[in-house]
């Protein structure tokens, strides 16, 4: 069964970041990211400072991402 595509995952290839990249700019490990791109981490219960790093890097709102 194939997972679907997370926002996060969406969102930061439509904006050219990697997920190495993204990591860089928000301050945010290459792991966690990864981990709520892949459904391990559920970005609903992420903190609000993670998510809003997250849309600030990305150009997003933190509501799009949630």
């Known amino acids: 069964m194939e997972k679907k ?14 997920q190495k990249s993204l990591a860089e700019a928000t301050g945010i490990s ?6 709520y ?6 970005i609903n219960q992420a903190s609000a400072l993670t ?3 997250l849309a600030e890097a ?3 709102t933190v509501g799009e991402l949630l």
Do not use: C, D, P
Request: charged content about 30%; cysteine-free; aromatic content about 10%.
């Open 51 to 53: 998510v809003y790093r």
């Open 30 to 35: 290459l792991r966690t990211i990864q981990h």
């Open 5 to 18: 595509e997370t926002t996060l995952k969406r969102v930061r290839a439509s904006k050219g970041f990697t």
């Open 58 to 60: 990305l150009n997003t």
């Open 37 to 42: 791109e892949q459904g391990f981490k559920n």
